[in-house]
């Protein structure tokens, strides 16, 4: 599994082209708001958490679109089965890679945003764990949702039509994290949690088995 996780920390290092890509468009959707709507502060700070959450959907989203697609092109997922590990590994490695690639360019945008909406020190703090936790969660599903939809003709169309409904939970308890001016440990916060605990074996198993029937 570690080699596995090493070569996919590997090609996003080589193609930081997508991560410029990734964080350019998540950075766009920042900027719409406090550029084409309203400037007062208070509305800013309170819009602050529906921009992060919806660019943070969209970008995973478009992520996690190639995530099987090239290793299929290149013979990869066939020969991930002659290999002597689990496919079960292999979906768990292709997650980590994804989540970390997902995470390093939110992780620098959370001060520039905390700029943008007048966010205080505490509440970029705020921001950067319901966001991590709204992270995980979203790209186990992303990860899950390619896997299935791997081997589809037009596979990208589909799993944002999928991920759309299948997001709106994630997105309505990390919003609400984020907004509600409480500790940094809440139950919405705790759905979050919960929910990547309970789906990432979900995802191993029926990711690996989607893979194996696609292939």
Not at 16 to 23: L, W
Not at 26 to 46: E, H, T, Y
Not at 61 to 83: I, N, P, S, T, V
Request: proline content about 4%.
């Amino acid at each position: 599994m570690w080699v596995l996780l090493s070569h996919e920390l590997k090609y996003y290092f080589k193609n930081d082209q997508e991560a410029i890509y990734i964080a350019s468009f998540f950075i766009s959707i920042l900027l719409l708001v406090p550029f084409a709507g309203n400037s007062d502060p208070s509305k800013l700070q309170s819009l602050a958490g529906i921009a992060l959450w919806v660019a943070l959907a969209s970008t995973v989203a478009m992520g996690a679109a190639g995530l099987f697609k090239r290793d299929q092109e290149h013979g990869l997922l066939e020969y991930y089965q002659l290999l002597p590990i689990s496919m079960e590994s292999v979906m768990l490695a292709k997650w980590v890679g994804f989540f970390l690639f997902i995470c390093a360019p939110l992780l620098v945008v959370i001060p520039l945003a905390g700029l943008l909406y007048g966010l205080s020190g505490l509440e970029m703090i705020r921001y950067a764990v319901g966001l991590v936790a709204g992270a995980a969660a979203l790209s186990i599903l992303s990860t899950l949702v390619a896997a299935l939809t791997n081997g589809l003709d037009k596979a990208g169309a589909v799993l944002s039509l999928l991920l759309l409904p299948l997001s709106i939970p994630i997105l309505i308890f990390g919003a609400h994290y984020c907004l509600n001016n409480g500790g940094l440990i809440e139950p919405s916060l705790w759905f979050l949690i919960g929910f990547s605990v309970f789906m990432l074996p979900v995802m191993c198993i029926a990711g690996a088995y989607s893979i194996r029937a696609s292939s």
